[in-house]
Structure formats: structure tokens, C-alpha cells
């Protein structure tokens, strides 16, 4: 097992032992630079999670006091439920489930493609209109 490998099991293993501490959380997703083993010393802990409610700020606070505590890295939170695009997709994408039911995993995963769908013509007619208006035809 390599160097990087035997790190990225230590996280995953650190982030469970939290996620035993607070079974609101159904979901947690590892993503940024600890997730594709591009981490430095000073690297933060990039995670995702969803409850079965949208986590009130104390809850937040905790849970970032306790990974922090267990991976000796600062911590950037993302409530599933409240983000919104293009960051929910790059989470998807790029990010490895930790904890949780795949069925969870996979209800982001939908949601992110139907609102990708709605959302794109959108987004090519904005795009379309600033090159227009910055760079003419």
C-alpha cells in the first residue's frame, strides 16, 4: 500500500469515527485535494455531509470542532442540502462518499442532473449574451 493510500485510509477512518458521534449525519463526502491524494501539510479537510435536516449553526461548529480535532486539519463544511451549483456538482463528481447509503448518495447525484438539465440552457444564453456584449458576435 502506498504512502498516499495509507493517508487517505487514516482520513477516511478519522472521519467515521466523528461521523459515529453525530448520527444526524446520513451522508459525508470527502472532496478537494484530500480526496485525490493532492493533499499538503497544510491542506484543509474539505467535506460534505446531509442530515435529514438542514444542520442549524451549533451543530455546524460542532461537527467542525470535532473533525478538526481528529484530523488536526482546519475544516471546510458543505451542507448538502443548502449548496447550490456548479459546487454541489464538482462534490459529486469529484468527491468519494465516506459515510452513508449509497440511496442518499445516489438522490444527490439525480438532483444534481435534473437541475443541471433545467439549469443549462440558462446558463448558455447568459454565457452567450456576455460574449456578445464583451467581445461582440
Sequence with gaps: ???H??????IDI??????EKHPDIRLSILFGSLAHNE????SDLDLAVSADAP????????????????????VDL????????????EI???????TG????HAFYITRHLLDQADFMPYRKRILDERRTAWIGR
Design 14 to 19: 478519522l472521519i467515521r469515527k466523528v461521523m
Design 39 to 42: 493533499a499538503r501539510a497544510e
Design 78 to 89: 458543505v451542507d448538502l442540502r443548502s449548496a447550490g451549483e456548479p459546487l454541489t456538482g
Design 92 to 98: 459529486l463528481r469529484k468527491g468519494r462518499r465516506i
Design 1 to 3: 500500500m502506498s504512502v
Design 55 to 74: 444542520l442549524d449553526s451549533a451543530s455546524k461548529m460542532q461537527l467542525i470542532e470535532d473533525l478538526a480535532a481528529a484530523t488536526g486539519r482546519p
Design 5 to 10: 493510500q495509507e493517508e487517505q485510509n487514516t
Design 101 to 104: 447509503d449509497p440511496s442518499r
